[in-house]
């Protein structure tokens, strides 16, 4: 597995520890209604339902879309909020590397004030 470079670590090291969390933990997704928003590709309609879900830690904004009478998924797509989205070059497993740090940082902070 190669490296990151420098400028990758440091993109990662400044990731904001919730979007860490969910990257490697999975969102938690609680339903929200549909608000829609300039520009969307799919709107509700007859033949069409827009189920919405907000990840109540990031924020970031999930929307399936299906088709209203077979119930088949026509597409799923999100909403990043500001700063979540990474170079493509940081792997998943680059970004749990990461999480596993954090982790270590606090619980050496835990031991450091025993
Ligand atoms: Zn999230």
């Not at 969102?27 to 907000?54: C, E, N, Y």
Request: one cysteine or more; glycine letters at 4%.
């Amino acid at each position: 597995m190669p490296a990151l470079s420098r400028r990758l670590k440091g993109e990662l090291r400044n990731l904001d520890t919730e979007y860490v969390q969910c990257r490697t933990r999975r969102h938690r997704m609680v339903d929200v209604p549909f608000t829609g928003h300039p520009g969307a590709k799919w709107q509700p309609s007859k033949s069409v339902t827009v189920l919405a879900q907000r990840c109540e830690r990031c924020s970031v904004i999930r929307e399936e879309i299906w088709n209203s009478y077979t119930g088949a998924i026509i597409t799923v797509q999100y909403k990043y909020p500001k700063g979540y989205k990474l170079d493509r070059d940081i792997k998943p497993v680059d970004i749990r590397k990461e999480f596993l740090d954090r982790q270590l940082n606090v619980a050496n902070a835990i031991l450091l004030k025993l």
